[in-house]
């Protein structure tokens, strides 16, 4: 493509200001759109890519357009699922015929959204198994489906509003739900954690550190402490930092059916599926004959995980049959 405008007609810069102002006011209207209208706004969004990396190898300063294309590409994002309904099966079809590389990502959304699905149920299902394994399942019904105190149900309100946040992405939104909750159980160790970890997630270190020194001295124990910490960790999708507290847990109780359990999650949130297996598998162990619902729950992981694609075949003797308890 020149780069030299012919007389009469738009230079390229005006070419890509124009087309991001078609792909604005589309993506704004993208509710009553069709799928010709959605397969549009992909092929402009094809000519804003070719037209940016051209102008800008030309030395061409395209901040501004660099600007309001990441804004298309965000709302494009957070509506994704929207524009996904409108095209339906007919994505896949004109992905085959244009054979698109995945740079073109618009093109891939089904993909995308499939995805993003699957790890939202994934991070569900782990964070109702730990739940469930450090105790707060009872806590739950008992606080939220019979909330004798006024208080505990009231802070029980806001943590579940910090958490739906947190899945959202809305780290400010949820530091002010975690806040609030504490002004009603400021004893809470799981509370202190969790703002903690949103306020590290929004840069606020010194304020991190305040509140998992405070969820310290309020927990029972250091590994209750370390426990929650790889619970809430988990749940927020960090793994790095959720593997890393589950190892401490480890590394305090060995024999901790909890402490395995949670590294197991840890490790499934790295992507790390054999070595989750295992640990299930310790967890289930420790647990025979202690704790047989989280016998259930390991081996119930552990079955999910041996079902995934691309698992080796553990050479150890794994059991992920789900006994009653």
């Known amino acids: ?21 078609r792909a604005e006011r589309r993506l704004a209207n993208v509710n009553s759109a069709n799928a010709d209208q959605v397969f549009e706004l992909f092929e402009w969004l094809d000519q804003i890519s070719q037209l940016v990396a051209e102008l800008e190898a030309a030395g061409v300063d395209l901040r501004p ?4 294309l990441e804004s298309i590409e965000g709302v494009l994002r957070r509506k994704s699922g929207a524009v996904v309904r409108k095209v339906g099966f007919a994505l896949p079809k004109r992905r085959e015929e244009l054979k698109p590389d995945e740079s073109r990502w618009w093109w891939w959304l089904d993909r995308i959204v499939l995805e993003r699905t699957r790890q939202r149920v994934r991070r569900a299902a782990i964070t109702l198994a ?3 394994v450090v105790g707060a399942a009872g806590y ?19 943590q579940l509003a910090g958490e739906n946040m947190v899945q959202s992405g809305d780290w400010a939104g949820a530091e002010q739900q975690f806040a609030e909750a504490l002004k009603y159980t400021p004893d809470d160790p799981l509370l202190w954690v969790w703002l903690g970890a949103v306020r590290e997630k929004r840069g606020n270190q010194s304020g991190a550190k305040e509140a998992f020194a405070k969820a310290r001295e309020l927990s029972s124990s250091e590994l209750d402490y370390y426990l929650a910490k790889g619970q809430v ?16 847990a480890v590394k ?10 949670i590294l197991a999650s840890a490790l499934e949130l790295t992507g790390k599926r054999y070595d989750a297996i295992q ?15 989280l016998v259930v729950l ?28």
């Open 298 to 325: 390991a081996r119930m992981r552990m079955g999910m995980l041996m079902q995934m694609p691309g698992v080796p075949a553990p050479t150890g003797t794994i059991t992920a049959t789900v006994v009653a308890p």
């Open 279 to 293: 640990e299930f598998q310790k967890a289930a162990d420790l647990a025979s004959d202690k704790d047989p619902q």
């Open 1 to 21: 493509m020149s780069l030299v405008a012919e007389p009469g007609k738009l230079t390229p810069a005006d070419e890509l200001r124009e087309l991001l102002d």
């Open 233 to 248: 960790y988990t749940q927020i999708g960090d793994a790095k930092k959720a593997l890393a507290e589950a190892q401490k």
């Open 140 to 158: 739950f019904a008992l606080t939220r489906l019979l909330p004798s105190n006024p208080q505990v149900a009231k802070a029980q309100g806001f």
């Open 130 to 132: 730990i739940l469930i």
């Open 252 to 261: 305090i109780a060995p024999d901790s059916a909890r402490a395995h359990f």
């Open 65 to 68: 357009e660099r600007t309001r």
